[in-house]
């Protein structure tokens, strides 16, 4: 199958999405904020509608929106961030936003499947480099507040006593995870980012003490589940993101039917 | 007795959005002593510890830490936060758990040198919780995690100890256990300390003084000396009565053990809150 630029393309975009959505993701299920992550691509569907309707490429609507809103989010963080209501309605009002968007801008309604669901199939070289740039940006701000993003979520009163800035902290993760949406989004689609974000890195934490070897198994599984999704894809003639839905479940409730039973044991 | 105070207030007063919660007061801590913080619940034990660690300056008057204002970050105390009610159900071992607080507040990616995994194991072996280093903190039980936290709270020496409600959710057995490792550890090395809780009796043959919080005042002095009635009923704002029996002393109100009433509240409306069993 590699014969065909297309699956290459594919597996170079799926690839770098899915390390960088299992790293980052690691670090939203530690915090325990993985609903702020799927609000943040809904958000990121109001965008690229958006920006399809006054001309603009949807990615960078895409990344426009969801950067806005992480940073919102993040400076909010004590009264918005972790509230699931006010998540919620902002989420839905955002999807309705889209709906409205694409209403007004009909042609462009066969581009909203792909944003919806994904597409990994129809990348080309201009979107490969965006994601990469997206994804580079995203690993080297997180290598930047690594060290007190980790004791800020571990031990969020003693880091503030210890002079973290716990509000900037917050705000430039969640300004992270805005651009590892925006490059999640591409592969599997608004609607299921969870499945490349917060299924590899929620079963890497049930299954590894570690931080390093965690965060080496969520990435590893991301990746594992990206490519294995489109090599199935390719030969049964399923969607991509159904297959790498499917893997991404399967191995989160594996990780999570190990740790019962080693806990029972 | 005439060494610098580790901890001085001067007709300080310090105020949460507005509210004094503690008023006009002045004390002194000398070095080396083990102090006791009592008080119902909202009486500013936490919000002290609080201002001591540089988080929240006083809004009148003068507080000193080490002879000079206090600052954020200040390595040379040592802080047990109060447990939130929901410690997350997290997989990280004893080890990265504290290794993640050490350097925490620089940039950049987390290490870990030899010499601190070194620190840490033998801070661990010092509060009888070796063992910590390698199991998750999920499989931990209640008495293990306050161990691995003050065995956190010992980490780089510290001069000060503030334990914020160490003994919160903890068995009677293991809150001997807690005690008398902080009491002996700090005996050795020399450390003042803060300890915060809800009984008085099971500190009563560690503690050298009491610093009792209540209705904006503090009172600082022996278990004999603070302990008392008139003390008390000052701090409280009621009629207070204290009885002493069997080496136990209550503290009474209208018949009621208002420091057991204050306990049994917490559990259910957790802290930050007036609930004790009187009236106003």
């Known amino acids: 199958m590699f014969q065909y630029d297309f699956v290459i393309n594919a597996f170079i975009a799926a690839g770098m999405v899915a390390v960088v959505s299992g790293v980052t993701g690691y670090f939203l299920v530690l915090r325990g904020q993985t609903f702020a992550g799927h609000a943040l691509?809904?958000?990121?569907?109001?965008?690229a509608t958006g920006a399809g309707l006054i001309g603009l490429s949807p990615l960078a609507g895409l990344v426009g929106f969801t950067l806005a809103a992480g940073?919102?989010?993040?400076?909010?963080?004590?009264?918005?961030a972790n509230r699931d209501v006010a998540i919620g309605v902002v989420l839905s009002l955002s999807l309705g936003f889209g709906i409205l968007f694409l209403y007004y801008y009909t042609s462009f309604a066969t581009q909203a499947t792909a944003l919806l669901f994904g597409n990994v199939l129809?990348?080309?070289?201009?979107?490969?480099?965006?994601?990469?740039?997206?994804?580079a940006a995203t690993l080297a701000l997180l290598a930047?507040?690594?060290?007190?993003?980790?004791?800020?979520?571990?031990?969020?009163?003693?880091?503030?006593?210890?002079?973290?800035?716990?509000?900037?902290?917050?705000?430039?993760?969640?300004?992270?995870?805005?651009?590892?949406?925006?490059?999640?989004?591409?592969?599997?689609?608004?609607?299921?980012?969870?499945?490349?974000?917060?299924?590899?890195?929620a079963a890497a934490q049930r299954l590894v003490n570690g931080l390093w070897s965690g965060l080496a198994?969520?990435?590893?599984?991301?990746?594992?589940?990206?490519?294995?999704g489109i090599t199935i894809a390719y030969h049964t003639d399923w969607p991509v993101s159904f297959c790498i839905a499917l893997l991404s479940a399967l191995v989160y409730f594996a990780a999570t039917l190990r740790q019962t039973a080693r806990h029972a044991a | 007795m005439t060494a610098v105070p580790i901890i001085s207030l001067d007709h300080a007063t310090v105020a949460i959005g507005g509210r004094a919660v503690l008023r006009d007061v002045s004390f002194a801590i000398a070095p080396g002593e083990?102090?006791?913080v009592l008080g119902p619940n909202g009486a500013g034990k936490t919000t002290l510890m609080r201002?001591?660690?540089?988080?929240?300056?006083?809004?009148?008057?003068?507080?000193?830490?080490?002879?000079a204002a206090p600052k954020r970050g200040n390595p040379a105390i040592g802080y047990l936060p109060q447990l939130r009610t929901v410690l997350p159900d997290l997989r990280v071992r004893g080890l990265d758990y504290i290794a993640s607080s050490l350097h925490g507040e620089r940039w950049g990616l987390p290490s870990l040198k030899a010499a601190d995994r070194h620190a840490i194991e033998a801070t661990l072996d010092a509060v009888g919780a070796a063992d910590l280093a390698r199991r998750p903190l999920s499989d931990m039980s209640g008495g293990e995690r306050q161990r691995l936290l003050l065995a956190q709270a010992l980490m780089g020496n510290p001069k000060l100890l503030l334990l914020d409600e160490p003994l919160i959710s903890l068995d009677a057995r293991h809150q001997e256990v807690v005690i008398d490792v902080v009491r002996k550890i700090a005996r050795e090395r020399g450390i003042t300390v803060l300890f915060s809780a809800h009984e008085l009796n099971q500190l009563l043959g560690a503690i050298d003084k009491v610093l009792y919080l209540g209705n904006g005042h503090a009172a600082l002095g022996t278990v004999d000396e603070v302990v008392t009635a008139p003390v008390l009923s000052m701090l409280y704002d009621t009629e207070i009565e204290v009885v002493r029996a069997a080496g136990?002393?209550?503290?009474?109100?209208?018949?009621?053990?208002?420091?057991?009433?204050?306990?049994?509240?917490?559990?259910?409306h957790g802290h930050g809150h007036d609930h004790h069993g009187h009236q106003h």
């Open chain 2, 248 to 268: 136990h002393i209550f503290v009474m109100s209208r018949g009621r053990d208002v420091e057991r009433d204050a306990h049994m509240h917490d559990h259910d």
């Open chain 1, 122 to 135: 129809a990348v080309d070289i201009a979107m490969i480099k965006a994601l990469a740039a997206l994804g």
């Open chain 1, 217 to 228: 198994l969520a990435a590893a599984l991301a990746l594992a589940e990206a490519w294995l």
């Open chain 1, 41 to 47: 691509s809904h958000i990121g569907f109001a965008g």
């Open chain 2, 34 to 36: 083990f102090i006791g």
């Open chain 2, 51 to 67: 201002s001591i660690l540089g988080l929240l300056p006083p809004a009148a008057g003068t507080l000193r830490v080490f002879g």
């Open chain 1, 71 to 80: 940073v919102i989010m993040g400076l909010m963080s004590e009264r918005l």
């Open chain 1, 144 to 201: 930047l507040i690594m060290r007190p993003l980790i004791f800020a979520t571990l031990q969020p009163e003693l880091a503030e006593a210890k002079g973290v800035p716990l509000r900037l902290i917050s705000t430039v993760f969640l300004a992270l995870v805005a651009l590892a949406v925006a490059a999640c989004a591409q592969i599997v689609g608004v609607l299921m980012v969870f499945t490349l974000m917060v299924g590899p890195a």
